[in-house]
Every structure is written in structure tokens, then in C-alpha cells.
């Protein structure tokens, strides 16, 4: 921002505005243009003449300045940017802006005269062009001296290279060759060209004492508005950077914002997809760890009453009561417990609640060999549950534990034997009888 408060100060400082001079070095523009060179004026101009050299006053009968500075001060007179560029360049955004505010009081340009030297190479010129300024509503022409430095093209056109445009020179906008800025600053200097301006000058201050209003217009009312155009442009351009830099961070802060997201929504994808696969693998290894067990399974047989626990643990959670004579496939032991499978479920009893079946099976067929008559009386070595029917689904009218006595009432071939125990009347798996 303070690079463009400096760059206006200096047109504010201008030449024009500090020492009214002449209007013909108002900071005005100067770009490129496609003007055939006939081979006639080549030849006129294209002499030995070392960089700078004497004036040569351009010949009007072929005198492709005229036309290439006529076509230019047409543009500005008329504010035409698009013109102005067709002959020139480059024209900053300022200098268009400038060329279109000072079109608003330019009537037209004439041009008395135009002077050439040598550029700093072959086919380059420095101009300086005698002009009349006519402006709107004022009866006398301000005159002036405008310096242009013209070169050839490939295509053997001239061109207004405007880097060394008097605006450009004033403020700095574009960098220039340092060979021709000396060459410039050199013919300044030079008795011939300060002669020029000598003549200008003396005569632009001639008109500035014999016409009041000419006074009055480029004294006071020209170089008032040109500062108030410069103060405007400042703040419209200091708003555009503003504004400039403003998108340039919203937009900065919406593609981060943008970024984060994606990262995010990455993150949360990659995330989804590690878990997936540790639940396909903890699925997997499940499914291995089943198989293991079911390839080691055996079969067991309750020895009493107890709870199948989610856990290896008297502390863990009971998933449910299992009856005692109750057929289980068991997989693993751990410690005092064994894994097995009872329904749905899969968990932990303790082992000595288990008897493998196979050692039940054999322990049933000696039991079977034995029987007993009415009203016999059988001690239990096993705590056995006495049921109101003979199916291990009944209801249970009491429990006989280990030790104690029961009275045989009738033993049947289905494997049950009626007993009376205590005042309990029920039913006993005959293979537990001894």
C-alpha cells in the first residue's frame, strides 16, 4: 500500500504541476504501431549518424512520424485506449486512466513539427514532436514539446516503445534499458534539444501573460483537477488491492478450509477402512479359532447344578444355570475351568462340575449291572437333582446331595429309579444310584 501512496505522490509532484512548464510533457502514453516504412524514407533516415547526432527535421511529404504520431494523438485526444495501444506499448492501468481523464478537456493535438536522432540502434529514433494542445473552451492552444523514443519492428513497422514515454520516466512504473535512459537523459542536455525547449517554453510563457483564461486553466484549474484524479485513483486503487487481498484470503482460507476437509473425510475413510479390516480379521480369526476348537472338542456331562459363566471367573457374569446331567461339548481348559458350548452360548465352567461322557458312560453301564429292590436304602456318591417325572426336563422336587440316603421305591427299564427322599417323593437316573 505504501508503494502506491509513493506512486501517486510523484504524480502529484509531476513536472507539469511544479514548474508549468508546457503541456506537452504532461505524463501522457505511447504504444506500439504497425506503419509500413517506405523504402525512400528509410533511406532518408538511416545515415551514419552516431547516437543522438544533430536534429533532422522529419520530411513532411513521406514522413511516416507524422502519421504514426497523428494516429497516437487522435487516441488520446479521444480517450481511445484501444487506439492508443495500437501504436504503442505497454500503457500501464494508470496511464490509461490518466489518458482518459485528460481527454475530457483536450480538444485535439497538432503537430508543427517533429525532430528525430539517431536511437541507440539501427532503425531506433528519439522523437521530439512540436505540437499545438487545443483545449475545449479555451480560444489559445497551449504549445509543446512531447519526446517519444520510436523503433522498428521485425516486419520493418515503427513502433512507440512508451517504457520511455515522459510518464513512465516520471514514475517508474516499468523498468527501462539503462544504455538508452543515458541516451536519453544525454540528448537532453544537448544545446540543440534545450534550445527547443528554450523556444517552447518562452512561448507557452508569452501566452500565459496575454490570455488570462489560458492562465487561469493551466495554472490553476488543470493541475486542481489532475491532483483530484490522482487522489480519486489512489482510492480506487487502494480499494481494489484491498479487495484484491481480501478474495486472495478468503480464498486462501477456503481452500485450506477445502484441504482440511478432504483430509478429514480421508482420514475418516482410511479410519472406516482399518476397521472394516480388523473386523474381517478379528471375524477371520474367530472363525480359525472355532474351528481349532471344534477339531478339539469332547464331550462332557454336568456333575451338579452350576452357572456357565461368560469368563474363567466366579466374579464374571452368569450367562445362565445348567442342570446337572446336562450333556456339554467342551473345547480347552484354563486353570480350574473348562470352555464349553451349552446352546447358543459358549463359556466357562468350573472343571470339577464336568465328567467327560466317555467316563460317565462307563461309570452308567456299572451302575446299570446293580439293582436294587423296594425299599432298599442307596447312600449317593454323587449330588444328583430329584425330578417329579422321568425326563431330565421335569421339574425338580428337591435336590439329594452327595452323601446322603435315599429309599429305592421301584427301579424301571427307561433307566429311572422312583426314590423316596426325606418326605420327597421323585425320580433319580438309575446310573447314579451305587
Known amino acids: ?47 551514419d549518424v552516431q547516437a543522438g547526432g544533430s536534429y533532422v527535421v522529419a520530411d513532411e511529404d513521406s514522413d511516416v512520424y507524422r502519421q504514426l504520431l497523428t494516429t497516437y494523438y487522435e487516441a488520446v485526444a479521444s480517450g481511445n485506449i484501444e487506439g492508443v495501444e495500437a501504436v504503442a506499448h505497454p500503457v500501464s492501468d494508470s496511464e490509461k486512466s490518466y489518458i482518459e481523464f485528460l481527454s475530457t478537456y483536450v480538444e485535439s493535438y497538432e503537430i508543427v513539427d517533429i525532430f528525430t536522432k539517431q536511437g541507440t540502434t539501427e532503425g531506433a529514433y528519439l522523437l521530439s514532436a512540436h505540437v499545438k494542445i487545443h483545449f475545449k473552451d479555451l480560444k489559445s492552444a497551449a504549445p509543446g514539446l512531447d519526446f517519444f523514443y520510436v523503433e522498428t519492428g521485425d516486419d520493418g513497422s515503427l513502433f512507440i516503445n512508451n517504457l520511455y514515454s515522459t510518464y513512465n520516466q516520471q514514475n517508474n512504473e516499468n523498468p527501462m534499458d539503462p544504455e538508452v535512459a543515458s541516451l536519453i537523459a544525454q540528448f537532453e542536455q544537448q544545446e540543440d534539444v534545450m534550445a527547443l525547449q528554450a523556444d517552447i517554453q518562452r512561448e507557452y510563457n508569452e501566452l500565459m501573460i496575454a490570455d488570462n483564461d489560458f492562465n487561469t486553466f493551466t495554472a490553476e484549474t488543470l493541475p486542481g483537477k489532475i491532483q483530484e484524479w490522482a487522489q480519486n485513483y489512489r ?8 479487495k484484491k487481498e481480501q478474495e486472495e484470503k478468503e ?17 475418516k ?7 472394516k479390516k480388523a473386523k474381517e480379521e478379528e471375524k477371520k480369526k474367530k472363525a480359525e479359532e472355532e474351528k481349532k476348537e471344534e477339531d478339539s472338542s469332547y464331550k462332557v456331562v454336568t456333575n451338579a447344578t452350576v452357572n456357565l459363566r461368560k469368563k474363567p471367573s466366579t466374579d464374571s457374569k452368569s450367562l445362565g444355570k445348567v442342570d446337572d446331567g446336562t450333556k456339554l461339548t467342551a473345547y480347552r481348559t484354563k486353570g480350574d475351568w473348562t470352555r464349553v458350548k451349552y446352546g447358543d452360548d459358549k463359556g466357562w465352567i468350573k472343571t470339577e462340575f464336568l465328567d467327560k461322557e466317555s467316563d460317565r458312560n462307563e461309570e452308567s453301564s456299572e451302575a446299570n449291572t446293580t439293582l436294587y429292590s423296594e425299599g432298599q436304602k442307596v447312600t449317593l456318591s454323587n449330588t444328583v437333582n430329584v425330578r417329579e417325572s422321568m425326563s431330565e426336563s421335569a421339574s425338580k422336587v428337591a435336590v439329594a446331595y452327595s452323601g446322603s440316603t435315599v429309599e429305592v421305591i421301584m427301579m424301571y427299564e427307561e433307566g429311572w429309579t422312583k426314590v423316596k427322599y426325606g418326605d420327597e417323593t421323585g425320580y433319580i437316573k438309575s446310573e447314579y444310584l451305587k
Open 1 to 47: 500500500m505504501d508503494n502506491i501512496k509513493n506512486f501517486f505522490d510523484k504524480i502529484l509532484k509531476s513536472h507539469f504541476v511544479q514548474s508549468k512548464r508546457f503541456l506537452g510533457v504532461l505524463i501522457l502514453a505511447a504504444f506500439a504501431v504497425a506503419i509500413s516504412v517506405s523504402a525512400h524514407i528509410q533511406k532518408a533516415n538511416n545515415n
Open 235 to 242: 482510492t480506487l486503487t487502494e480499494l481494489a488491492e484491498k
Open 251 to 267: 480464498q486462501k482460507e477456503a481452500l485450506e478450509k477445502l484441504a482440511k476437509a478432504q483430509k478429514e473425510k480421508e482420514e
Open 269 to 275: 475413510e482410511k479410519a472406516k477402512e482399518e476397521k
